[in-house]
């Protein structure tokens, strides 16, 4: 009899830890999909920043397909709680067949950026990547980069644009201030 209810308590166990997996993954997914509207929806996009470095590569792999790269480091500001996200030339949330490249809403660890600080153990890390494969060249990437302030209080966002081609970035998007002076123009 004593197995038996030990057996029920362990099914039970199970079934909670599964539920809370099943929670936190449609959690993350609903993240993910937000970040990917914002970045849908959003119409300013700068081509630099100034509270970190960005700097992108592109290669061409064996099988005709492209590989690239997107650093984020050089923090000019103490940055917490860091998500990174791009996608590529324009597609749709909708019309999206494969997961765009993120950092920060999937993952189990937080990732933070502080000046002249690093601890990888402990989650403050010296720069972040994130790479992606598609079929163009070149590549139009749009980015979202957003990261808390050291209370965890204050949320910045930051959009990024770029077009990558294997011999580097080859356009970004115009400053914000300029595209202010043409709207008004």
């Known amino acids: 009899?004593?197995?038996f209810e030990t057996l029920i308590l362990c099914s039970i166990l199970l079934l909670g830890g599964c539920s809370s997996a099943k929670s936190s993954e449609s959690a993350a997914q609903a993240a993910y999909?937000?970040?990917?509207?914002?970045?849908?929806?959003?119409?300013?996009?700068?081509q630099s920043s100034l509270y970190y470095s960005v700097s992108a590569e592109?290669?061409?792999?064996?099988?005709?397909?492209y590989r690239y790269y997107v650093v984020i480091d050089n923090p000019q500001i103490a940055?917490?709680?860091i998500v990174v996200m791009a996608v590529e030339n324009d597609?749709?949330?909708a019309s999206s067949e494969k997961m765009m490249p993120n950092i920060g809403i999937f993952d189990s660890r937080k990732y933070c950026m502080i000046p002249f600080q690093s601890n990888p153990d402990d989650g403050y890390v010296k720069g972040?990547?994130?790479?992606?494969?598609?079929?163009?060249?070149?590549?139009?990437?749009k980015m979202l980069v957003e990261w808390k302030d050291r209370n965890h209080e204050n949320a910045e966002r930051e959009f990024l644009?770029?077009?990558l081609t294997p011999d580097g970035i080859t356009s970004t998007?115009?400053?914000?201030?300029?595209?202010s002076a043409e709207a008004e123009n």
């Open 1 to 3: 009899m004593q197995k």
């Open 33 to 46: 999909e937000g970040y990917y509207t914002s970045i849908e929806t959003n119409s300013s996009f700068a």
């Open 58 to 65: 592109m290669t061409q792999m064996s099988d005709s397909t």
């Open 79 to 81: 940055m917490y709680d």
């Open 91 to 93: 597609i749709p949330l």
């Open 128 to 141: 972040i990547v994130i790479s992606g494969e598609t079929d163009s060249n070149p590549v139009s990437l």
């Open 161 to 163: 644009q770029m077009e």
């Open 173 to 179: 998007a115009e400053p914000e201030a300029s595209a």
